[in-house]
């Protein structure tokens, strides 16, 4: 196995530029995951509903940062999947529980936008 050397670190400027490089494949990488895709129609269809039904800038604003927030959350689930696929290739008790409280704390984000927007519409 060929190892490879590790990259020096960046700092200042090359740092940010770096950083903004990573996150950009991470979003490349999210994307391409149905479940991700699949959320962001979500959000994206209750912004219109929100605002169709002439919801204020704030309570849209809300929805928009719990949205990103499901992305974190749904940043940090896939990278949990990659990494207990590749620890478990095989099925184990282990690796079902680590992606099952994965799944759940994406759940639970879809489930705060969802009472928001219930807020919202109720209000």
């Not at 190892?3 to 950009?24: E, I, M, N, V, W």
């Not at 209750?46 to 604003?61: N, R």
Request: proline share 2%; net charge negative.
């Amino acid at each position: 196995m060929d190892k490879q050397q590790k990259p020096s670190r960046k700092s200042g400027l090359a740092h940010f530029f770096a950083a903004a490089g990573y996150s950009a494949g991470g979003l490349r990488r999210l994307a391409q995951e149905s479940a991700f895709r699949q959320e962001m129609v979500l959000v994206l269809s209750l912004v219109i509903l929100l605002a169709v039904l002439g919801a204020s800038l704030p309570e849209i604003a809300v929805l928009l940062a719990i949205g990103l927030g499901l992305v974190a959350v749904e940043a940090l689930n896939t990278a949990l999947e990659v990494l207990v696929d590749h620890l478990s290739p095989d099925w184990s008790a282990w690796a079902m529980e680590a992606k099952d409280l994965g799944s759940l704390a994406v759940a639970c984000v879809i489930g705060a936008m969802l009472i928001h927007v219930g807020v919202v519409l109720i209000w």
